[in-house]
């Protein structure tokens, strides 16, 4: 209420107190004009006072040479205006008699003065008697009465002619003197203005004026430059076309030109009529209208987005509104300044919070981001201008690039309102809906815009990217646009909804001939679910990497290190980019090394159930990292496990660098190398894993200094592989045929005693066999 009351006070001290504001506004916007002139006398040793009247008087000089041009002109018109009637009454009659029906206008205008005249009673009715005045009957002709004002006296006369004068000579003298003044002054009306404006905060209030100042200027100079570029080639034009006082209509169009979008045709009618009065025919009027629209075409579409940098950022319909405004509050003058004042209203917007909606209504800059454009029309299920926006952003940037700025942000908008409970179910699915439509409506578009070449072999790709949503809708979107951006960089991808990472959905995933699975939330603390989904993905599939695109994360929890860590993922992203490219990485290995062992959801209970049956309680697998580390002595290296589908028993560490290795391994059940192993239920050696490309970028392996690995299954007297017995050195290291078949000779044994209740007996019998251990 009190930004609303000072408004209209300001604008009612603005009406009443016109007379001084509106000269003292010309004098701010002319020292705009004139103080670059006034700082290059400077810079020429010339005093400030005498820089200030040389400049003013430069402009008074132009200004009147203007005036005298145009003064001089309008004589020269009105003297000649007698010789144009004859010119104008042949054309009227010309339209009259080659008017439609032949003498249609002249009969309408008979009948029209007829009707008039009627009406009046100026006609006599048929049959009446004369009047008769006086005695006699004599008829007398009435007496005509004239009256005439008395002739003026030489005050009145004065009076009469100065008076209409003396109000712009006023006008015109207070702007002089306020010019002078405020160029005299600039520094220091500047320091009160920031003193007064900024209220303590003198960054705030410079760069206001500083804003204020620039836009203003360069609107003022581009405009000049616009203008006389527009009214120069029209004088000329006008000139050679034979329009009489072409200069007067030149500087008139360059003038008139400050008026947004009027000025022009304003500019245009007086050398059009003129054009009708002079020519006989109708050749100079036509000439005249082609040559102000052509100047016009090329002025907006030319030279003022060549010369305007930046705008003066002012809407459009904030140009008209405001025109009107100062129009009805300062008159024809307030229609010239309407666009500097203006800009001005727009800066004072930006930088005060109160007036903070005058830069809204006003400006010309998006107040909405691209994402909560997008949102806003999700919100809406206005599916067309969606996908209007979209296409638009594709078409400058890429769909990559849609996603990653756009698409995915106003997704994270749709879950953050989703958190605070101000969006409920039927929204969501809205978004999400209007979304993965969005999605798809570009891939055709992009399909569209694509050689036949290209979509021939984009069909032909295999799937062998997962895109899974997490949870939500939302998530289901996600994934669409993550697939769309794979399948455009020529990698197959299949969009699997929320339903198939629930449990029972898992085990019955489809995993042959898949290479990765990207799993998407936009849960700002994703790390339980992920971890869930992926270690059951990483017993059935332990070589398909699995990557965590988190889109939402709370902040402080952007580390990808520790994501993939607590997710057991093999990498976690928050951006689209960096997922893309490193499933790109990790696809295109995969295509080099072949098929990788899967396991399927069958095969996957039957492992547990079949280590269920074993009945190894907690005593028993105490056992067995016994049993492990009577294997590490036997082959002389620092680790042995004995991994079981469900659990690893690490062996005790023989260095401080085995101990490092060992702790990062405890717990780590869903290593590739042993998931490897139970999954191809064969042996497995890598005598040096960062030579092995199957391994060489596996974070399990190198981030905890595994350097040679050798593995072979744990199998039951079923066949069922319940587990592995692996060894494991922080060195590279050789590895015999006869070191594999005592590793088979010792897991065969192992499993033996497991299940007769012996964890550790085959073990120690091998020991007393005198084995001894590989070089």
Known sequence: MLTAGGIVLAIGALYLGREIFVPFALAILLSFVLTPLVNWLRRWKVPRIAAVLIAVSIAFIVVAGIALVVGRQLVQLASNLPNYQTTITDKIRSLQSSA????????????????????????????SAPSRLGAGGESREPVTVRMEPPQPRPLELIRSVIGPLLAPLATSGLVVIFVIFVLLEREDLRDRFIKLAGAGDLQKSTQAINDAASRVSRYLLMQLVVNLTYGVPIGVALYFVGVPNAILWGLLAAVLRFIPYLGPFIAAIFPAALAIAVDPGWTMLFWVVGLFVTAELVSNNVIEPWLYGSSTGLSSLAIIIAAIF?????????????????????????????????????GSDPVLAPEEQLYQRLLAGNLEEAVEFAENYVDECSSRELYD????????????????????????????????????????????????????????QRPCVLCLAGRTELDHAAAEMLAQVLEEHGIGAKVLPP????????????LQGVDAVCLSYFHPQPQVYARYVFRRLRRRAPQVKLAACCWNLIAGTEQAGELKTQMAADAAFASLQACVEQVEAWVGRAAALGETPQLTADAERAQIAALRGLGLDASKRQDLEEASRKVAQAFNVPIALVTLVDNIQPAAAADSRAQDVQAGLQGNHEGSLDAHVIAADDMLVSEDVTEDPRFAD????????????AGVPLRTSSGHVVGCLCVIDTQPREFTDQDRDRLQEMANQLMVDIQSGRATTGVESDSSREVHPAP
Request: proline residues 5%; contains cysteine.
């Open 326 to 362: 100062w129009t009805m509050l300062w008159g024809p003058v307030g229609l010239f300044l309407a666009t500097p004042l203006t800009v001005c209203l727009v800066v004072i917007g930006r930088y005060v919070p109160q007036l903070e909606f005058l830069g809204i209504l006003l």
């Open 499 to 510: 339903i198939v990472v629930s449990r029972g959905a898992l085990e019955q995933l489809d």
């Open 100 to 127: 439609p029906g032949g003498g249609v206008v002249d009969a309408v205008t008979t009948t029209m003065q007829d009707l008039g005249r009627e009406i009046s009673g100026d006609e006599k009715k048929p049959g």
């Open 698 to 709: 596996d974070p399990h392996v190198l981030e905890r200094g595994i350097r040679f690995y």
């Open 405 to 460: 700025n756009v698409g995915i942000p106003a997704l994270r908008l749709a879950e953050n309102d989703r958190q605070r409970n101000s969006i409920d179910t039927n929204y969501r699915r809205l978004v999400a809906d209007t979304a993965i439509s969005v999605v798809r409506e570009v891939d055709d578009h992009i399909r569209e815009k694509a050689s036949a070449v290209t979509e021939g072999s984009h069909s032909a």
